[in-house]
């Protein structure tokens, strides 16, 4: 082996950025320790385990500013240590960075600092903080997804699409999604309203789901579902629509039973609770000359005839059957009647005998008197010439005391 430089390279001693002088003889080809011609090799090696080489100085790389072309040279400025410092240029290296940027010949570029004066030209930290939607020393780090504003800090709202949530303020750039609305999707929905923009109207209800619409509370008197938008079924209302509408609607408010929709034939009223009909009783027809067809009905429907009403005594649809009550109750009538009758003959026999009683003795009382006939039985025959009793009387008891 004419060189081995293995055992060199391997030596740990012949670390990166070292500069090593070796003196070799070169004899009959071969390099040995001891020879006739001396040379001095001076080797410059930067290397990291002779794998790259390192700038020892700055960490940079260098130019030639006259550069000189040869081909048979082996050597160039990429090895030279040279320049300022980060942050400096010049002849002299006494001059700054010009603001918004930094770092070797000032050939880097600030990032989004808040005050870009702030930026330190050395090494691009900015020391006023970043702007809105960046963080990092040197700001140049947008906020990661969801977070905004100063710092990252910030939360981002509602987005329909998280990704388009503006990192400096946080608005969502595609709208919200359903249930609440604003800029920055942070507003739910106001009271009785859902759905994208809060444009669905809830139901019937007291509180809906900003979302969706649904119910969180029972639904109103005449609505079902689970929105409260579905009204109850013809023929009943209220609540849970659980209550049926009265028979002579024809048709009811599902809310509260009202007949909004008008009653039946011969009916009338908020809830058809009224019948009209022909008056007298017991006629039906446009002129209500018709006789109702049931014998025994009272009051029949005006237009259709039919019996509502039977005469007293009697029921069913026809007013045909006998009620055995009603018989009763007139079996009572008519023997309260008979002894109501005969009582009443009997006071009016006793009131007529008790005044010819009466009469008579008014009559006895008040008969007048006959003087001349009392005069002719109890006085002896005397002249007639006398003017009365009284006088004949006073001539007795005269004569009577002589």
């Not at 859902?194 to 019937?204: A, S, V």
Request: hydrophobic letters at 25%; one cysteine or more; proline letters at 3%.
């Amino acid at each position: 082996m004419l060189f081995d430089f293995l055992s060199l390279l391997q030596n740990p001693d012949f670390v990166s950025g070292s500069s090593l002088s070796l003196t070799v003889h070169v004899l009959n080809g071969s390099i040995t320790p001891m020879g006739v011609t001396k040379f001095y090799i001076t080797l410059s090696v930067l290397f990291c385990r002779g794998v790259t080489y390192e700038n020892v100085g700055f960490n940079k790389s260098a130019w030639e500013k006259y550069p000189y072309h040869s081909p048979e040279r082996g050597w160039g400025a990429k090895r030279a240590v040279d320049g300022c410092h980060p942050g400096w240029f010049g002849n002299y290296c006494n001059k700054a960075c010009a603001v918004g940027t930094y770092g070797f010949e000032c050939r880097e570029t600030c990032g989004n600092c808040r005050d870009i004066s702030q930026c330190l030209n050395t090494n691009g930290t900015c020391l006023g903080g970043c702007k809105d939607g960046f963080h990092g020393y040197l700001c140049k780090s947008p906020c990661n997804t969801g977070s905004y504003g100063i710092d990252c800090k910030e939360k981002c709202g509602n987005c329909l699409d998280v990704y388009k949530c503006s990192l400096s303020n946080g608005t969502c750039l595609t709208g919200c999604v359903a249930g609440y609305h604003g800029n920055l999707c942070k507003t739910p929905c106001t009271l009785g309203s859902y759905g994208l923009e809060c444009r669905g109207t809830c139901g019937n209800c007291h509180m809906c789901s900003n979302t969706n619409g649904s119910c969180l509370t029972a639904c109103d008197a005449g609505y079902l579902g689970e929105m409260c938008k579905t009204p109850c079924g013809r023929g009943f209302f209220g609540k849970n629509c659980t209550h049926t509408c009265i028979e002579t609607c024809n048709g009811c408010k599902n809310v509260n039973g009202l007949c909004d929709s008008g009653c039946l034939l011969g009916w009338k009223g908020y809830f058809c609770s009224k019948l009209y009909g022909c008056s007298p009783k017991g006629y039906f027809g446009s002129n209500c000359s018709i006789p109702c067809p049931d014998v025994n009905c009272q009051e029949c429907h005006m237009e259709s005839g039919i019996c509502h009403v039977c005469k007293q005594g009697y029921k069913g649809q026809r007013c045909e059957t006998v009620s055995k009550f009603a018989d009763f109750i007139n079996n009572i009538k008519f023997y309260s009647l008979l002894g109501a009758f005969c009582l009443s003959l009997t006071v009016i026999g006793i009131l007529i005998g008790y005044n010819i009683m009466i009469r008579k003795r008014q009559l006895t009382q008040h008969q007048p008197y006959d003087h001349q006939e009392s005069c002719d039985v109890n006085l002896p025959d005397v002249s007639r010439g006398y003017v009365n009793c009284e006088e004949l009387r006073d001539m007795q008891m005269y004569d009577t005391a002589q």
